[in-house]
């Protein structure tokens, strides 16, 4: 487990955390990369906050280097950006994109479930099952986004499209971010899941026409409420 801290302090846009001890299972980059796309994604680390490189040493005492490459990781990622003259920051939420990648979403997504709904055979549907549960029992928006992603991952590997199904996944780093902020701010968590119950019976049931038009709902949906909650300033939070 990587060793989360809470004492938090932003003033002139660093969050401040207590040193953070690596485990070694993986290399020091991507460790400390997994520990900053999780604060960013809770929102501990805010849109716009600072992430110096030397602050950041001294945080997880090493060198400048393996932060250099765990910032180029969340860069890669969408999660950070390098801003002229201001150094490497957590990247913006915006409705712009919310909206873009909702669209691109609706672009993608419809349509592996109505392949899939043709290969019904193909789909794990223990695994289905299990993350519809899973996301009931679910208590923080990591545990939702976990469930949410396995559903989705269960239907659309019986679709066979693995270029589109690596394009869906890519999107995941940037959408989680503005899911989280959502079901932190709603409860929209609940009605999303009785939509996924729904899709599978219709994938199930071979109804292809069908799931494409319960799936365009399901992400507009999504996309309508996390606008709302951008809307109302939540990501400041």
């Known amino acids: 487990m990587i060793h989360r801290q809470t004492d938090v302090n932003n003033q002139d846009g660093i969050v401040t955390l207590d040193p953070t001890p690596l485990p070694s299972r993986r290399s020091m980059p991507a460790e400390i990369a997994a520990l900053?796309?999780?604060?960013?994604?809770?929102g501990v680390l805010a849109?716009?906050?600072?992430?110096?490189?030397?602050?950041?040493?001294?945080?997880?005492?090493?060198?400048?280097?393996p932060i250099r490459e765990a910032l180029r990781r969340l860069?890669?990622?969408?999660?950070?950006v390098s801003v002229a003259n201001r150094g490497v920051r957590v990247a913006g939420l915006s409705a712009a994109e919310a909206e873009e990648i909702g669209a691109l979403r609706l672009a993608l997504e419809p349509g592996?479930?109505?392949?899939?709904?043709?290969?019904?055979?193909?789909?794990?549907?223990?695994?289905?099952?299990?993350?519809?549960g899973a996301m009931e029992r679910a208590s923080t928006p990591a545990a939702l986004m976990t469930a949410n992603a396995a559903f989705h991952d269960a239907l659309y590997a019986a679709a066979d499209r693995p270029i589109t199904l690596e394009l869906v996944t890519g999107l995941?780093?940037?959408?989680?971010?503005?899911?989280?902020?959502?079901?932190?701010?709603?409860?929209?968590?609940?009605?999303s899941?009785?939509?996924?119950?729904?899709?599978?019976?219709?994938?199930?049931?071979?109804?292809g026409v069908e799931v494409r038009r319960v799936m365009e709902r399901h992400i507009a949906g999504s996309t309508a409420e996390i606008?709302?909650?951008?809307?109302?300033?939540?990501?400041k939070g």
């Open 36 to 42: 900053l796309r999780e604060e960013i994604l809770d």
């Open 112 to 132: 592996l479930a109505e392949r899939a709904a043709g290969r019904a055979a193909l789909v794990d549907v223990a695994a289905a099952r299990a993350a519809i």
């Open 172 to 191: 995941r780093a940037r959408y989680e971010r503005y899911l989280r902020l959502m079901w932190r701010m709603t409860g929209h968590a609940a009605l």
């Open 47 to 65: 849109p716009d906050a600072r992430l110096p490189q030397e602050h950041l040493a001294r945080r997880f005492g090493t060198s400048q280097a």
């Open 75 to 80: 860069e890669a990622e969408g999660l950070a």
């Open 193 to 207: 899941n009785d939509e996924h119950g729904e899709i599978l019976a219709l994938v199930l049931a071979g109804d």
């Open 227 to 235: 606008l709302k909650a951008l809307g109302a300033g939540g990501w």
